[in-house]
């Protein structure tokens, strides 16, 4: 496997080259994933791959932000149906913060909340969900290709209630559909990239100059939300240091107040 992710090299401010960085990416970085994965047969081959099966994708929608009924929301890299209308999210992950089962738990349910159209009553004209997490490492050490999180009854069999809930460990390098396809998206060398429509629609996008200073506005742009974003967490983090000193110091006077009048009562007492 060429030129795979570097996952030791940490963000640091004076190596802020955009331009470079574009040109460093693979698809496991979730901006040229978005770019490159907004056509339907595109995420379909990946989808495919993953799930073992050819999937139809009619429609997919890229940096697509999901809101349930709580109001709560999170923006998934790309969201598609197939042409049964059952959903899909595929996310890639490098981070191992991110690779969390409660996460594609909540990505599940707000699939889910758009399974059924208003007015239906028929459970079983509810649409699958299927959420796909591409991860850059072996998030669960077990050695595996595929993990999947199944719902089981007790003694093990399968519960098909329309959900799957599956990571991928993109290490594997085997020389099977799923490999190549794992090999397209760590690969940094757009040459190197085995499927022909996703090598041309790289390197179109890594060449195309008004394609690349777009990517480098929103590189600039993520910068300077996330420094905004970390000084937001920064001053939180100070104000509560501050708040958990006045509740010391508050209880510090308490004890100090009691001790006080314990000791103004033991020196009345011992007046008489």
């Not at 030791?8 to 460093?24: F, G, I, T, W």
């Not at 050490?141 to 209630?161: A, H, Q, S, T």
């Not at 939180?236 to 009691?258: G, N, P, S, T």
Request: net charge negative.
């Amino acid at each position: 496997m060429n030129e795979l992710i570097d996952k030791e090299v940490p963000e640091k401010e004076e190596e802020r080259d955009y331009e470079s960085k574009v040109q460093n990416m693979c698809l496991m970085d979730d901006l040229l994933f978005r770019n490159v994965m907004d056509e339907p047969k595109l995420i379909s081959k990946l989808i495919s791959a993953v799930l073992g099966r050819y999937v139809e994708i009619a429609e997919v929608t890229v940096e697509k932000t999901i809101t349930n009924g709580a109001g709560r929301e999170t923006r998934c890299d790309a969201e598609a149906k197939d042409t049964e209308r059952n959903g899909y999210v595929a996310e890639v992950q490098n981070d191992p913060h991110g690779m969390k089962p409660k996460r594609m738990r909540f990505n599940v349910g707000l699939i889910d909340h758009h399974a059924m159209l208003r007015g239906e009553t028929n459970w079983e004209n509810m649409t699958d969900s299927t959420v796909i997490m591409f991860c850059a490492t072996d998030c669960f050490g077990e050695g595996k290709v595929i993990y999947e999180l199944p719902r089981c009854l007790n003694g093990g069999r399968r519960i098909d209630d329309g959900t799957r809930m599956i990571f991928v460990n993109c290490t594997y390098e085997g020389d099977d559909e799923l490999g190549r396809i794992i090999h397209d998206l760590m690969c940094r060398n757009t040459d190197d990239i085995y499927d022909d429509e996703i090598r041309e629609k790289v390197k179109r996008i890594k060449e195309d100059r008004v394609e690349v200073e777009k990517m480098c506005e929103t590189l600039q742009r993520e910068y300077e939300e996330g420094m905004e974003a970390g000084a937001v967490r920064e001053r939180r983090k100070i104000q509560a240091e501050l708040d958990e000193k006045d509740r010391r110091i508050r209880e510090l006077e308490k004890m100090l107040e009691k001790n006080t009048r314990q000791k103004k009562r033991k020196i009345k007492f011992s007046m008489f």
